[in-house]
């Protein structure tokens, strides 16, 4: 038993925001069109990728996720214009303080993804996915919050 | 606690054969807030509904969950379904377990783990669902067209001819905009005024327009169905009510033999009298006075017009008016103008009256331009043998400071049209074009552009011209290159004639900025989307209509400014609007009004209020943000861009979005 | 303001202490008639005659950078008349005032007390005349008008261009020159060749080629009615000189004319 | 990085302009005063480098003809500036082989009376390093 629990394949849990417009409708397309990609990956839909908050990413990786990925509107088509571009330099701005708390860079990526695009969403999840179980189980991050 | 129906579609075995639906069913029952799960063949069928409603009446749902396939499919399905049976719609929720797990995965086991994990996300969700009601507002039935050009007459008389009251704000003296300046158009070759004085009358006599000519917009306020707009009628000086139009005044007025006023409308190529109409056509028929050149008004002395005038209309007391008129909707026809030709000195336009542009020939060529449609140098009055035409000047350059990066769109086809009209005026001339790229898409575009060399053998060369050099014997000495044939040449020319690149009219950044309409780096007015809203601003209410919007020929500018009138009256149509209710709320207890939402809002829809809070029990006035819900879209850059989590969005809160995190992390 | 005339800093350039000593001559005395002095900078280098051909050079640039430090320490704007130290001594400025590669890399070579970084205005002499002094006062100043005398500036590329950099004039319709030529009392000869060039340092070897330039410059300046032509530049003069085209018209630089209409050409 | 996209890259850098922004609208060619003696024309040095056609450009004659009016750096509408990729491909020559266009040895015979310091420095910058 000991030994099955060592040769079991270690299975990451990865959190995807997808906005409503673009790349919730590309995951939709890499569905039909039986694009696969690991099981891993549980997509939340936002209404845009400028819709996500940096606290839902803290929370996810305090809950346990290995990866968090947020997929949006290529620049410029974004369905509210300037969202996308909200949401990227926000994110640039946290990853490169999750990496000083701890959450190495590779843990978390912004990608543009359109309705047109199944199979590079599947491809962005699956190469996403190898990332993820390269590095290995997350370091779950304490609860950020103030408590006195 | 909610009591929550949680359904699970088979569909057929599209889900089925991958995810365990019996399993999930099982799963998820004892989930927080579930009182009943089941399983069906096709959930979306009529059975399937019929499912739903029975088990909502039975168990007294107050939330639903539907596994099956994705939202974007079916949701509006089992909303109205759920909204049939007397529950609000915005309390359902939809599990993508077909696009998004059992389409995706092989193995059965896991699909179905993943099927239950984003049920469970989506129960979770339900559980803090509240009922959303969609807002309504009411609709002012009347329609703004800033613009009195092509574009926003065939859009007013759209909108009117629908049964809707139009207004249109020009601020010139007369509608018509730069269409009433060209002579011929391409690439039929019919008359520009023939096919536009009649349209310009038709808006002039229609009930529903009413006009605002020499006027300007002020100030805009309100929102999509409830616009408040502040017109600045100018001056006229001369009473419109009384005025006949018989142009006694302007053939009077001292100034027109002496004074050098340049006219705008034949761009500066004859003098206008101080009192003026632009041009013979003009509507309305009532002249203007120009005030900053008028004897009288400079100096209080002449007043040969009010002397002359037989209907006694010339007022020099008349003074500028500010009326107050609501609108449901706005459309922007601004359109465009040619690019100032300083920063291009080497094409030698500021040291040669010989050297011209475009719009220039346009009037040279009108039988009722200055020189009465005969083409003539303006420094000789001799008529030109050799023409050169120069393409792309100041259109697709990378320096910005110079010109503009874009394509101008028309300028190769109306410089054929130009060509083929001289030569058919004058079959001795020897016309010469020098292109860096023919660019002729469009209906009978290219086959025009082909007469030109076939039938009319205009010389085209690739190559941009280097320099113009105007010579000692009067004539201009183009130099240039023969880039497929490797040679430099140096052409003599009687007359040279710039394709000047088009850009917005100046003035379209200072409306766009009162209509919140976003503009892109060009100062063209951008879509809502650039393929499937092209007519529409992102900010609603607000539409597009010709140049304003990008580099357009008569044709598309026509088929666009209708397109935008259909969606006016689409808009005007409506008694009430229905409003997005998934949209941001501002708790004010929390807002320090420091006004960084309003600042990543992309519709304006953010402002800010004085308002009376209690906290800890003290009373204190604060400046909090105000989300007016007509215009707001829910995008939800405010929630996340607020430093003090004031702002939220309804149907995505943040406690929503968290509570799916913490299911699928669970 | 007696006595405390204004002092410019002077960087006068390896042709004008030799063979273009009538441009720096007449400049001096011209400039005391109209109330400022040229203070020539203390071992100036040559500044190359050509601004380096590649953008990652430095040590072609230092001999530009000390004179402009230099002018600096003096808390004065320095001031050329050659149009090619003109055009060296403007661009390396921007250089050091824009790329910060190519200041960095100056300033470790040449290891001024307090780093250089394109502080210092460089003008040309006319700039000083339309800019400082204006052309309406210089014309006041002018005791023998040069009437009657039609004139063609010839500007060449090196004043000029690149128009952004040296923001001298508009490159391709300028008329600063044309400015200075009315406020002397003469008529200016507008023609399309005044800023193109003459055949530059390819006189060296191909003077055949140099020939057909001036040629052409001759052509179309007289042709509009020049009777002659000035130039800020000693190697146009050269070229101009040189050539054997039928139109051929006298040049002069452009302080030679000053200091005759302000009377100070004799004893210069 | 390939060899070819290292010359170009080097070009690049030498030159501070980016020949990939070249529309070949020709007006460098149509405003070059030295065209007849340029045996490669303005506007071709852009596709020559992107083809990497780097020894032709080299061997050329052009490269030594270009007055350095800058003329076509001035009205370039891409700002490609093609006087600067001359210019470039100049240094490239100088610095592989020490520029072989001028020897001091020729110069006291090319020496006349009236001939300007400005002349001489200039041709030496232009046509060695």
């Known amino acids: 038993m000991p030994m099955n629990e060592e040769n079991k394949e270690f299975r990451p849990l ?72 909200y949401a990227r330099r926000r994110m640039a701005l946290l990853f490169s303080m999750l990496e000083y708390i701890g959450v190495e860079n590779g843990r978390t990526r912004v990608e543009w993804c359109s309705a047109a695009e ?28 103030c408590k006195n | ?158 909108i009117a001819d629908a049964g809707y009251e139009v207004d249109i704000v020009e601020k010139e003296p007369s509608i018509g905009g730069r ?83 340049p006219s705008e409308f034949d761009r500066g190529l004859r003098n206008r009298p101080a009192i003026y109409m632009p041009f013979a056509q003009a509507v309305p028929a009532v002249p203007v006075i120009d005030r900053a050149n008028c004897t009288y008004f400079k100096t209080g002395k002449c007043g040969v017009c009010a002397k002359i005038c037989p209907s006694k209309a010339v007022d020099y007391e008349q003074q500028d008016e500010i009326v107050t008129v609501k609108y449901g909707a706005i459309v922007v026809a601004t359109g465009f103008d040619i690019i100032n030709l300083d920063k291009f000195g080497e094409y030698a336009y500021n040291e040669s009256p010989d050297v011209i542009t475009s719009i220039e020939l346009e009037r040279l060529m009108n039988a009722a331009g200055p020189t009465g449609g005969h083409l003539e140098r303006m420094s000789d009055h001799k008529q030109p043998k050799d023409i050169v035409f120069i393409q792309c000047v100041g259109s697709r350059c990378d320096s910005e400071e110079k010109g503009k990066p874009y394509c101008s769109k028309v300028c190769c086809m109306y410089t054929a049209k130009h060509a083929m009209l001289i030569k058919d005026h004058w079959p001795d001339t020897n016309i010469t074009v020098f292109y860096i790229d023919v660019r002729t898409p469009g209906k009978n575009f290219d086959e025009f552009y082909r007469r030109a060399v076939e039938q009319y053998h205009v010389n085209y060369i690739k190559g941009q011209v280097g320099k113009v050099k105007p010579q000692p014997d009067g004539t201009l000495l183009v ?17 040279v004639v710039l394709a000047a690149a088009i850009e917005p009219n100046p003035g379209v950044r200072k409306i766009a900025t009162m209509l919140t309409a976003s503009i892109d780096n060009n100062n063209f007015l951008t879509e809502a989307h650039a393929k499937l809203r092209p007519v529409e601003s992102p900010t609603a209410g607000i539409f597009l209509s010709g140049m304003a919007q990008g580099p357009k020929d008569i044709p598309e500018t026509v088929s666009q400014a209708g397109a935008a009138a259909v969606k006016v009256i689409g808009l005007l149509a409506k008694d009430h609007l229905k409003t997005n209710p998934c949209t941001a709320q501002c708790d004010t207890l929390l807002c320090n009004g420091c006004s960084t939402c309003a600042n990543v809002c992309p519709y304006g829809a953010i402002t800010y209020d004085d308002v009376q809070v209690m906290d800890h029990g003290l009373r204190e006035t604060r400046r909090v943000a105000q989300v007016n819900l007509a215009l707001c879209q829910g995008c939800g850059a405010c929630t996340s861009a607020c430093p003090s989590g004031a702002m939220d969005l309804q149907g995505f809160s943040n406690r929503q979005i968290t509570t799916e995190v913490d299911a699928i992390c669970r | 303001m007696a006595g405390s005339i204004m002092k410019y800093s002077y960087y006068p350039g390896c042709t004008l202490k030799n063979k273009a000593q009538d441009l720096d001559k007449y400049a001096r005395s011209s400039a005391l008639a109209l109330g400022f002095e040229l203070v020539e900078i203390p071992e100036w280098q040559c500044c190359g005659g050509v601004y380096p051909l590649g953008s990652d050079e430095i040590a072609t640039k230092l001999s530009s950078v000390r004179a402009l430090n230099y002018a600096k320490e003096q808390g004065q704007d320095l001031i ?68 009657g005398k039609k004139i063609g500036a010839y500007y060449g590329c090196l004043t000029l261009r690149p128009g952004k950099i040296l923001d001298f004039d508009d490159p391709e319709n300028p008329k600063i020159m044309e400015d200075f030529i009315r406020a002397l009392g003469a008529e200016p000869v507008i023609y399309s060749m005044r800023n193109e060039c003459c055949g530059g340092y390819t006189s060296l070897k191909d003077p055949e080629f140099t020939k057909q330039r001036t040629e052409q410059i001759f052509d179309d300046s007289t042709g509009f009615g020049a009777d002659c032509l000035i130039t800020a530049c000693p190697l146009c003069m050269f070229n101009l000189n040189k050539s054997d085209a039928k139109t051929k018209v006298p040049v002069y630089y452009f302080t030679e004319l000053l200091a005759e209409a302000l009377g100070v050409k004799e004893g210069a | 990085m390939t060899e070819l996209e290292k010359k170009i890259e080097l070009i690049k850098e030498i030159s501070g302009s980016d020949p990939y922004k070249c529309m070949r609208c020709g007006k460098c060619t149509a405003s070059c005063p030295a065209y007849s003696e340029m045996d490669i024309k303005p506007h071709q040095f852009a596709s020559y480098i992107i083809r990497g056609d780097l020894d032709e450009l080299v061997e050329s004659k052009a490269a030594w003809k270009c007055l350095g009016c800058f003329a076509c750096i001035e009205r370039c509408p891409r700002d490609v500036q093609p006087g600067k990729l001359v210019d470039a491909t100049r240094q490239i020559v100088a610095r592989q082989r020490g520029g072989d266009y001028l020897q001091p040895e020729e110069v006291p015979e090319l020496l006349t009376e009236d001939l300007p310091q400005q002349l001489l420095v200039s041709a030496f910058r232009r046509y060695r390093r």
């Open chain 1, 14 to 85: 990865i959190v995807a925001f997808c906005c409503n417009w673009c790349s919730y409708a590309g995951a939709d397309l890499a569905g039909s069109s039986r694009l696969s990609y690991p099981a891993d990956v549980k997509i939340i839909r936002v209404p845009c990728s400028g819709r996500v908050n940096p606290m839902f990413i803290l929370r996810a990786f305090e809950r346990g996720a290995d990866g968090v990925i947020i997929c949006g509107c290529h620049p410029g088509d974004c369905h509210y214009s300037t969202g996308n571009y």
């Open chain 1, 118 to 145: 199944g199979a590079k969403f599947s491809k962005t999840m699956n190469e996403f996915c190898e990332k993820i179980k390269s590095l290995g189980e997350n370091v779950r991050l304490g609860d950020l919050r």
């Open chain 2, 1 to 158: 606690m909610q009591k929550i129906g949680v359904f699970v579609c088979h569909c057929g075995t599209n889900i089925a054969a991958t995810v365990d639906v019996k399993k999930v069913v099982e799963l998820v029952r004892y989930e927080p807030g579930v009182v009943f799960a089941d399983d069906y063949m096709y959930m979306c069928s009529e059975a399937g509904q019929e499912k739903i409603i029975e088990a909502i009446k039975e168990y007294k749902l107050t939330g639903l969950v539907i596994c099956s396939c994705s939202p974007r499919m079916h949701e509006k399905t089992f909303r109205a379904c759920a909204e049939k049976a007397g529950l609000n719609p915005y309390m359902v929720e939809v599990a993508n377990i077909r696009e998004q797990c059992s389409w995706i995965h092989k193995d059965k086991e896991e699909a179905t783990k993943k099927a239950v994990i984003l049920a469970r996300a989506a129960i979770a969700k339900v559980n803090l669902n509240t009922p959303l009601k969609e807002g309504e507002s009411p609709v002012t039935k009347r329609a703004l067209v800033i613009g009195g050009g092509i574009a926003g007459i065939q859009t007013a008389l759209d």
């Open chain 2, 179 to 261: 269409m009433s300046q060209f002579d011929k158009t391409f690439p039929t070759l019919d008359c520009a005024s023939c096919i536009l004085t009649p349209k310009m009358v038709e808006v002039n006599q229609h009930p529903n327009i009413t006009l605002y000519t020499y006027s300007e917009v002020e100030k805009v306020s309100g929102y999509v169905g409830n616009f408040d707009v502040d017109i600045r009628k100018k001056a006229r000086s001369v009473d419109a009510d009384k005025c006949t139009g018989c142009g006694e005044c302007s053939a009077k007025c001292p100034l027109g033999k002496i004074g050098n006023i």
């Open chain 2, 479 to 495: 130099q240039a290159a023969d880039l497929l044939d490797g040679k430099q040449i140096n052409m003599k020319a009687d007359m």
């Open chain 3, 80 to 147: 050329t008349l050659c149009s090619a130290c003109h055009h060296v001594l403007k661009r390396v400025n921007d250089d050091m005032k824009n790329v910060e590669d190519i200041r960095t890399r100056a300033n470790n070579y040449c290891g001024f007390e307090e780093a250089y970084a394109g502080e210092t205005k460089v003008l040309h002499f006319l700039e000083v005349l339309r800019d400082v002094i204006g052309f309406d006062e210089l014309a006041k100043k002018v005791v023998n008008p040069l009437e």
